[in-house]
């Protein structure tokens, strides 16, 4: 068949032929910056309301992200002016590294534009989209440019500002006002002022309820915000701690698609296939390349910008058959549980929680080559609303998340683990659970799967939700065994109450009546009690002092050892305050061990420490765990889980008042977490 | 201040300003195509078994776009291959007018590329990404060219078949294989072939679920599926009306933004303001355009291209001022009741619902300018299950919406409901109600805001989700009433029995006890039921042909007289047809009305008519009206409501055991719609 035959255009085409035609000449591309402008909702912006926070978040997200980038500690000032009814002025100003003067109009006023696209490591930003469609839809709604203002550190530079346009036809900047200025007190950092349609609200999904969250996770950070009314909100940073800066990584062959690879081939400086499996990917080593060129049969010295497509399925597919390890993990930047403690109690104390459960940072984990990790925390009781739906915290890359809630994988994980088991309301086991608390989730990963370029919500990838899930039910359990704990700690208050004060003034009234001597019921209530007890109790000597004391009673008719375990936030250990006969050793991770040999009948006796620093109050004296008797005898303490990685005691004295079963539900659910 | 002072780079920057070196050297574009190339799952490409779903979709809107646009019926078959375990070969093939050999390439093969970016008006596909993000998932996945073939209709016309690839960098097509070949058999068309990584799956998201609600909602269509197991489904069509063809409109001034306003002006052939505000904007008389100069004092003889940030200003600012009629709204192709109806009859018949209730049709409204319509369907009972909540049906311009549910407009509408006051369960009055019961919603517009590129949820515009929550409750108002007759008809049906069947049987028993004679009871039966009973009764003659008869009984002990009245599909009336002594009358609607005068006391008669076409069977003998009797003593219809448009017979008769107060709870739901 002839492949240059000429269409002969007929003299009256039918109406489906002309139609045909017509269509044809109506074809047309699409600039990327006008699908923007037509579809705003797409990239968040699509109420007034919401449109106003999407500005600042994007603005907020690339000053946190070139702070850190620096290892600057952020100090992020946002501010909003009320025009009109409809029309605000906002900055944005950040005490990071700056913006060179050349690089200025393109960072602002273009889409799909950035440093961070093809950077395999965590950051906030990576589309390039943010900031710039925040400039774009300042522009078309009022009319008017943006200013940036931006100063490099140095005793020769000068701080240059200029005026912004975004041609929505081309997606280039349009500038003008170009001009150097002495910027008064200001080392480096840079400032974002735009004029913008919207409207200011209060509530859950508010620019003070999402700068509020953004301090949770970023509790290195500091946050002023003067809103319309010209009030001032500090949110002081709550540690001086920078998170260790992601490193770059390269590319992990799991997940690669065929068209990754050979667009990869094609870009890459290696002058043979071997030296670009083993050097442009993570985790290859020399013999591991070895056997995918053995397994494809595609030759290893092949020049990769020869790589066909054939070649490429065989390289793929040999991939998929050889075991590589999974991808570094040095790229993410997790807050760490006691961090993340630190940053609910910073944000929520005024709630007075009753409960901060442990945080939970789950090992990373890889979806199609790229590591992710997940975190949660829970915060209970309190003055947290109770006959609610929890809320839920969260957070991709240490951004909150406000919106689609609907259709977050985080949502979803913790819809679809049953929260009746651990101590929440909840209809059938599914859905959002009710009651007291505050569920936060962080997923932190060099690629978070977003739904939308608003990156609002992460998208339902079953690895990722799965790992949400488990680091829920890590941190859920942690909720209920407190719960359990405070049960079975009002309970036997309730029996101590009864045992010790009525009981004795019951004996002395009856005495009395029958004229008797009262007996001596010591040994009665120590023999109804039968329990070891240990009681906890803090002092906040100053500030960043406190000191943490557990005085343990024997009320059981022998002598009694135990030992304690504690796990203390390592950063607020001092050695030496680490003293006392009862004190064993403590390891690197704050993981803290002491000994009680032989306390006798109805005697007590005391361990304590001391805490120091500024995460010294992270510490929940109730975490306390024992070994080397038998818990039903025990009551203030936990047994010491089997994975805390050092043994127990293992003198359990046994009477037979103490071989009552246990009535355990809590024991069968380490097990149960993987097959759920 | 000097505005040209070079910035010297520092011998030794500091670390903070070699790192805004560094960044502003890291920057660079990033095309489009490796933007959605790395987030696949915006368009929705986010797990092998969404993707397999995703790329039919986008073919399949474009067929039926391009058919309903040609006025053809559409004819579309989908054929899916299994390759291996997760490579598929898919092909899509329609009777559209083709696609010219020359527009080809581009439409397969360009992202952000199309015909229907800038047309106002409804149609699936606007955005010129889903099917080139199709093949580029093809493309990447499996490393193979996707297949294109078309022919144009006319004798002169061969066929077209080309290879296409994506180049991912610079988003063009690769063509390869372009040859002309003879299309046996076929007049006109396209068929698209690609293979992809996928994964088959059968249930809620399925294709097979994805084709059958295509077929609800495009009842014009036929479809045919061919599954990987070879099995064949055949979804016919269930009407030969084509919908009318949505018109082009011109961009509406209200919910412009100065941006838009720029970039119109700056295109217009129009050679003053004036003109290009009176000619190119939909609903602008001279008077308008007049008064638009005159309150915002632009020179209304200013050429469009000088238009000044500063005049737009102005003029958007003049017109929101004036008042502008609602856009033209014949750009909407709604699908309109009894299809709705026709539709989910087709497709649902297997589950022999108890009752579809009404379907409703909204009448236009415009959000920022583009025009919506909201449509609502409900069916119930039957063997649709129970136990759960109820299946959401979400359409978007006559497309099914299977993916994320929990982010929708149309959810939350349903969510945001009290379903209690309409017969369905719902806990606490929120969220989506439990029962039997299917909803269908159908939003129809010049620009749904989807949420992603991958349209699979709409954006929650107040607006918008207000009407659908407005339409719902139309709809759930018609479910009620049928609910509350249903409930009456069993009473009544229980009475009927205890009265006619037990009362005479006790009579009989006694007297022949009592060796009485039997008394004739009928007065008394009569005065025990006293109501005019309406009975309906549908006779199938054939498959296009019933008749439907309402035997009116008079158990009271006066002569009655009543009107009836019915809404009948108009599409299934032939007026020869609707005859008969008490026929009086109907209108362009299919209302229809019947009067029967003075029926004696214990006697009954017949008031019948027939319905012929395939519409016939979406009329429902329940939904029968009546006036001209006090409602208490009326059972089997309901009573005219106010907005019936005609006015039913003011005799009303009244006894004094007519006087029973009305127990009603759906009187007020109508006065209570729009405040809710």
Redesign the interface.
Known sequence: ???D?V??E?AE?????A???K??S???????T??F???K??LGF??RSKSLLMGIKEAVDNSLD?CE????LPDVTVRIERLNDEDYRVSIEDNG???????MP??FG?L??????H?LRQSRGQ??IGISATI?YG??????PAHAMSK???A???AWGMDIFID??TNRPVITN?????WEGKE?GTKIEYTTKGRYISGKQSIFEYLKETAIVNPHAQITFIDPDNTKTVFERATDIMPPRPKEIKPHPEGM????I??YA?NTQQKTMKAFIKNDFSRITDRLASEIFEISGVSPDLKPSKLT??D??KIIDAISKVKIMAPPTDCLSPIGDTLIKKGLMHVLDGLRPEYYATPVTRAPKAVNGNPFVVEAGIVYGGDIPSDGPVQIYRFANRVPLLF????CAI??AVSEMDWRRYGLEQ?GGKGIPYGPAIILVHVAST?V?????GKE?V????ELQSEIGLALRLCARNLKSHLNKQERKNKTHAKFEIVQEILPDMAEKVATHLNKPVPDLSRTITKIMNVVWVEPEVKKQNKKLRTITYTVYNYTTQPRSIRLHAQVPKEAVNLSLFTGEYFLDMNDEGKANWEIKDLAPSTSTKVSFELSGEMADTFDADDIYFSGLNPVIVMGAEQLPGDWGIKGLEIVQTSEDDLVPEDEEDSQEVEDLDDE
């Open positions: 068949m002839p492949s035959k269409v002969k007929q085409p039918k109406a489906k032929t139609l045909a035609h269509l044809e109506k074809q047309q591309e699409i600039s990327v006008e699908f402008e037509k579809n909702q797409i699509d109420s070139n980038e620096a290892n600057i590294t700056g913006i060179t003067h050349k690089a393109n960072v273009r799909l534009y950035g440093s961070r696209f950077a589309q390039g774009m522009n078309i709604t009022t009319g008017k490099i550190e140095g020769d530079e000068v929505t036809k170009d001009k150097a200025f002495t480096h698609e065929i068209g990754d050979l667009k094609n497509r054939e490429a399925i689609k809630q609907g259709d949502t979803k209809r690629k799967p977003f739904t939308s370029e919500a998208a339902s990838f079953p």
